[in-house]
């Protein structure tokens, strides 16, 4: 979808709720029970310069003056009691970009793995299984990720020629089993969890877990990249 701003004397004005919209279709915020959307509209009413950032904190209040940004996307509230500046918009969407940005619904990184077939599984919630178009090692499928996130937090196990992977967006007992039951041969998450290994070593599964930062910080590249084209005369910058 296509969308436009406001027109006022031949000028394109962003507005804050026109920038919220925007940001809640690309995560598809409808999809999730979410908090977010606008925590504070800025007191000049448009948008010219978009930050965004994962967290607010003193580094980030820091970057956001610096940039001379009015308006920021982000992805969790403070946990202290650091106030934004009054002039900036500030909107936030927790649980979509997880889910969107995660493991088990990202369809950017199906994309790059080859999937031919993909589906989640509706009592599951956050693991999908994934059938490749063709196989691949272990440390293949180890490369190809730790190209894309810039690292990767450990792998377990030494599959062959995998061709089933589940992709997980947390590590326990029950998701593997369902993994397992799926005809999954490989189990990709987030953050290791060392009480689940008993579990993957039962049912054979092989592992690879990516780490929690690396995933997003992936993911706030990648919203970048999707929200850039319908930002008309909007400045972007993200955080590193």
């Known amino acids: 979808?296509?969308?436009?701003?406001?027109?006022?004397?031949?000028?394109?004005?962003?507005?804050?709720?026109?920038?919220?919209?925007?940001f809640s279709t690309t995560?598809?915020?409808?999809?999730?029970?979410?908090?977010?959307?606008?925590?504070?509209?800025?007191?000049?009413?448009?948008?010219?310069?978009?930050?965004?950032a994962l967290d607010w904190d003193s580094a980030t209040a820091a970057w956001a003056a610096a940039e001379k940004l009015d308006a920021i996307w982000l992805h969790r509230l403070p946990n202290g009691s650091l106030a934004?500046?009054?002039?900036?918009?500030?909107?936030?969407?927790?649980?979509?970009?997880?889910?969107?940005?995660?493991?088990?619904?990202?369809?950017?990184l199906n994309q790059e793995l080859g999937a031919a077939t993909y589906h989640m599984l509706s009592d599951r919630p956050g693991l999908s299984i994934v059938r490749l178009a063709l196989p691949i090692l272990q440390t293949e499928l180890a490369e190809a990720l730790r190209n894309r996130f810039?690292?990767?937090?450990?792998?377990?196990g030494y599959g062959t020629r995998l061709t089933i992977l589940a992709l997980a967006d947390s590590?326990?007992?029950?998701?593997?089993?369902?993994?397992?039951?799926?005809?999954?041969?490989?189990?990709?998450?987030?953050?290791?969890?060392?009480?689940?290994?008993?579990?993957?070593?039962e049912l054979g599964l092989s592992i690879i877990t990516i780490g929690h930062g690396p995933i997003e910080r992936r993911g706030l590249q990648d919203l970048a990249a999707l929200i850039k084209p319908e930002l008309h005369n909007v400045t972007l910058t993200v955080k590193e």
């Open 1 to 22: 979808m296509r969308y436009h701003v406001s027109n006022y004397g031949g000028h394109h004005i962003m507005l804050p709720t026109k920038l919220a919209d925007i």
């Open 27 to 52: 995560l598809e915020a409808d999809r999730v029970p979410e908090t977010g959307g606008i925590i504070q509209t800025g007191t000049s009413g448009k948008v010219n310069k978009l930050g965004l």
């Open 84 to 108: 934004y500046p009054e002039h900036l918009t500030v909107i936030l969407h927790h649980a979509a970009f997880d889910r969107r940005f995660g493991l088990a619904a990202n369809p950017t």
């Open 150 to 156: 810039g690292g990767i937090e450990r792998t377990y």
């Open 171 to 201: 590590m326990h007992s029950e998701l593997l089993h369902a993994a397992a039951s799926g005809g999954a041969e490989i189990y990709i998450s987030g953050q290791w969890r060392p009480n689940a290994e008993p579990a993957a070593e």
